[in-house]
């Protein structure tokens, strides 16, 4: 059976690889324009700590969760083993500290399929911004994927082939991705539920738990979402 809902040893081994294309430092800066202060930042899903590296650079105190434990360890391996990472799922991290700026990249909003857990996020992401602090996250826009339906997806660096054959599950929102890695004799397989979303229902997340939508975006753009398939969310705490 493929895994669901997170990075295997071998999928996480092969990540950077995957996604070497990745402009990471461009949605850095980026995301950058929209924070409350260059003082601190949060990252919530962070990876092998690509992105937090970049910040880390930049000046800012950085710390990061990640509910995959080898993902968490190759991000240790490239800030440092006194970085502050912690291995929790989004909705149940905890830090005795709160942030200027929050920030969940990559998708990993769109890994929140269920609402009870959404808005557990929501509420976790108010529990710890100061006043006037501010998450940004991207995600999985409902108008671009049902107008720009998923296909099959075939990913070739060097040996490695990455497979992702999707399904739709339009009564819930989600897209189930399927994955097949194949390194030489080695495979594996994985699932991964992916959550699109409507500006409306974030808008009402948001709200229960105190805080405001202040701005959504396609995403590395300052365009109306429209019909894009990735949108960026500029959130405020208020009180």
């Not at 461009?26 to 995301?31: L, N, Q, R, T």
């Not at 149940?92 to 808005?119: G, P, R």
Request: hydrophobic content about 40%; aromatic content about 12%.
């Amino acid at each position: 059976m493929p895994d669901t809902q997170n990075f295997t040893q071998l999928y996480s081994r092969y990540y950077n690889v995957l996604y070497q294309d990745k402009d990471y430092l461009g949605e850095v800066e980026y995301v950058e324009q929209f924070l409350n202060s260059k003082k601190n930042v949060l990252d919530i899903g962070c990876g092998t700590g690509k992105h937090l590296k970049i910040f880390q650079d930049k000046g800012y105190e950085i710390l990061g969760i990640d509910m995959s434990n080898n993902q968490i360890e190759q991000a240790k391996n490239l800030l440092g083993a006194n970085a502050n990472l912690q291995l929790a799922k989004a909705s149940e991290f905890s830090f005795n500290q709160k942030f200027d700026n929050i920030i969940s990249l990559f998708h990993v909003m769109s890994y929140q399929t269920q609402n009870d857990e959404l808005q557990k996020v929501f509420a976790n992401v108010h529990k710890h911004l100061n006043i006037e602090g501010t998450f940004v996250f991207d995600f999985w826009h409902g108008a671009g994927v049902l107008s720009d339906l998923p296909t099959v997806r075939i990913k070739r660096l060097g040996e490695i082939i990455r497979l992702a054959e999707p399904v739709m599950r339009y009564e819930q929102n989600i897209v189930e991705v399927n994955y097949e890695i194949i390194m030489g004799n080695e495979s594996i397989k994985e699932q991964h539920l992916m959550r699109y979303f409507f500006l409306p229902e974030l808008d009402i997340f948001a709200t229960n738990a105190g805080l405001k939508l202040i701005a959504a975006y396609k995403w590395l753009t300052k365009e109306p979402l429209g019909t894009a398939w990735y949108g960026t969310a500029i959130l405020r705490r208020e009180k």
